[in-house]
């Protein structure tokens, strides 16, 4: 039985039980019905079953879903992507006298929805490969339909700006990727990879924060297994180090990968110039470079609260 709720006349009927209104129902979904628990009551019957025809067990779960529902609505596409398919026939009815088949599978997807599709189906690749979360993804998915609707990168391979977006879309949520991290997931080159950057930037007239040291300092100690301690001080001296204006024009990377060299050398983990390039993707000629510029002044650059293994004296001079 159906009623409305008091003091809301607009509000959708609720099937609740006549004598026991404040009871939860239990559905039979095999019967199709809703029964009270109180009394027994079937309150409704014929309640449609919103789920699959059958069960998808995990271990066929990643090979094909026999749900007959499709695929799920995508809201980026045209349409949402409800469309319908038209499977093979296999009797003799499906085909004509000359061996064609009578119904042509033909989606009605546009071909520009087919080459979004494509590009999301390689972001989330990409994403996969460096575990980024699925927030960015959707962030990169919006920045792509963004660029193509515009067609203002006519010309550019739709990976390219996918790579891009990827990127922008980790700078802008604050957790931001080299461009050689997003290269080694993708099949473009860094120049191409920054040119659609600045172009696309441009188009959508929007912009992305300054990358700072402190942006990949702990993901790069993490990765070569640095403790704490190690890390923090890094941190440090590649603040000290942009503050007292000792690297002008350097990267942020390469700064970072210079502190984290001078901040091991320091500590009891040590760790070489290779070491620290190969996670931080900079040649040890650069790090080198940054270090020099840093050294003469190390004495300033280490937190007052440090445990020195190796004493500054002693450091390395390269």
Not at 275 to 286: L, R, S
Request: charged share 25%; hydrophobic share 40%; net charge positive.
């Amino acid at each position: 039985m159906a009623s409305t709720s008091r003091g809301d006349a607009l509000a959708l009927p609720r099937v609740q039980c006549p004598n026991h209104p404040d009871a939860i129902l239990v559905e039979d979904y095999r019967a199709g019905d809703m029964i009270c628990p109180e009394c027994g009551l079937v309150v409704g019957d014929r309640v449609i079953d919103v789920g699959s025809e059958w069960r998808t067990f995990s271990n066929e779960k990643a090979l094909k879903d026999p749900s007959r529902v499709g695929d799920a609505q995508n809201p980026l596409l045209n349409g949402g992507d409800l469309t319908t398919m038209i499977s093979k026939g296999t009797g003799a009815a499906s085909f004509d006298e000359f061996g064609n088949s009578k119904y042509q599978n033909r989606r009605t997807m546009s071909s520009s929805d087919r080459a979004m599709l494509n590009a999301f189906k390689e972001i989330s690749t990409m994403a996969d490969r460096i575990n980024l979360p699925r927030n960015i993804v959707d962030r990169t998915n919006n920045l792509f339909k963004q660029v193509y609707e515009q067609k203002s990168l006519k010309g550019r391979a739709n990976d390219a700006i996918a790579s891009a977006c990827l990127y922008i879309a980790c700078r802008q949520e604050g957790v931001p990727r080299t461009f050689k991290e997003i290269c080694a997931v993708s099949r473009i080159s860094k120049k191409e990879i920054g040119r659609c950057f600045k172009l696309i930037l441009k188009a959508l007239e929007t912009s992305v924060d300054l990358i700072t040291t402190g942006d990949f300092m702990s993901r790069f100690c993490s990765n070569l297994g640095l403790p704490k301690q190690v890390q923090m001080a890094a941190t440090y001296i590649a603040r000290k180090a942009v503050e007292l204006d000792l690297v002008p024009g350097r990267s942020p990377i390469s700064v970072a990968a210079a502190a984290i060299y001078m901040a091991s050398q320091a500590s009891a983990e040590k760790k070489t110039q290779k070491e620290i390039g190969d996670i931080a993707g900079v040649a040890d000629v650069t790090i080198r470079q940054s270090y020099r510029l840093i050294y003469p002044r190390a004495a300033e650059l280490f937190p007052p609260d440090f445990k020195f293994d190796t004493p500054v004296d002693k450091l390395p001079q390269l």
